[in-house]
């Protein structure tokens, strides 16, 4: 079994578990990253022998403009040609809302260490015109689609479980841990204390394009949340019937403009699966359209 693992999340987790606030003095104090190091490598370790690893663990970390700059910085001292900046797709397509326009700017004092640190100690993909998540799950579903289950996704991020095959994500804060587990192609959906909508597989990617993501900044379909989105999902036995249901309920909305307001949001919450020649993302392409 090989790892997948996430590490744009432990980046921050690990950072922010380096530093404190002084409860006397109101100060925050920085641990040196010695110690900082050492968390990350533990917890590498820990997630390696919750998912039964066999293999080296396989790191993947999104490419921002601070990243790329160190890259073009390497392949410059190695007498390479620099690398054009590629930003992640969904900023393109996002037209509603800027995706991720919500998040906070913040990073740890180590969040740059941590990244030399990672490069320089473990086997790393850098996902370029995309998001780490997606590159994970590219590698995953390559293998799911030629029948093996050798991979395991390890990630605290839900929007990953709509790619098939084994999961895994650690516990932190409240946030209990998943799995491991295989997730189906169609997977399931469930409604929590009645207004909370937790699932995998393609019914939770189609409730997220009906309920939108208010973490990633994209809006789903208007009046439509997640107590509407299991009534109309939860008991769909194909991805056909799936795709029917939202977009009639787009239709019902948007009327003529439904079928462009939906591929936006499928867009944005998609999980790439496969690229192209040049190792670019291939987007979501509306389910009745694939065979076009």
């Known amino acids: 079994m090989k790892p997948l693992i996430d590490s744009d999340v432990l980046r921050y987790e690990i950072g922010f578990s380096g530093e404190y606030i002084d409860e006397e003095t109101g100060e925050k104090i920085v641990r040196d990253f ?38 073009n910085k390497e392949r410059k001292k190695q007498g390479k040609e620099e690398l054009e900046y590629m930003p992640n797709f969904r900023e393109a397509v996002a037209e509603k809302k800027v995706y991720k326009g919500n998040r906070k700017a913040d990073k740890p004092f180590h969040y740059d260490n ?17 998001e780490a998540d997606d590159l994970m799950s590219v590698y995953q579903y390559e293998r799911v689609k030629n029948g093996h289950l050798d991979t395991i996704i390890c990630s605290r991020d839900k929007d990953l479980r709509i790619t098939p095959g084994l999961h895994f994500g650690w516990p932190c804060g409240r946030q209990p841990q998943y799995g491991p587990k295989r997730v189906t192609e169609l997977g399931d959906l469930e409604l929590r204390g009645g207004k909370k909508l937790v699932g995998e597989g393609l019914k939770f990617f189609y ?86």
């Open 34 to 71: 010695d110690f900082v190091a050492e968390l990350f490598d533990q917890k590498v370790k820990e997630i390696c022998g919750e998912v039964w690893a066999t293999e080296e663990p396989l790191l993947f970390l999104t490419n921002d403009r601070r990243l790329h700059k160190k890259v």
């Open 114 to 130: 941590l990244t030399a640190y990672i490069l320089a100690n473990y086997d790393v993909k850098i996902a370029v015109g995309m």
């Open 207 to 292: 409730s997220q394009v009906l309920t939108g993501d208010a973490v990633d900044n994209f809006p789903g379909l208007p009046k439509c949340g997640p107590v509407a989105a299991y009534k109309h999902l939860h008991d769909a036995e194909s991805e056909a019937q799936l795709f029917e249901r939202c977009l009639r309920l787009y239709e019902e909305y948007y009327g003529d403009t439904a079928r462009a307001e939906m591929l936006e949001q499928c867009r944005l919450a998609w999980m790439v699966r496969e690229l192209d020649a040049d190792g670019y993302p291939i987007q979501y392409i509306l389910y009745d359209e694939r065979e076009a």
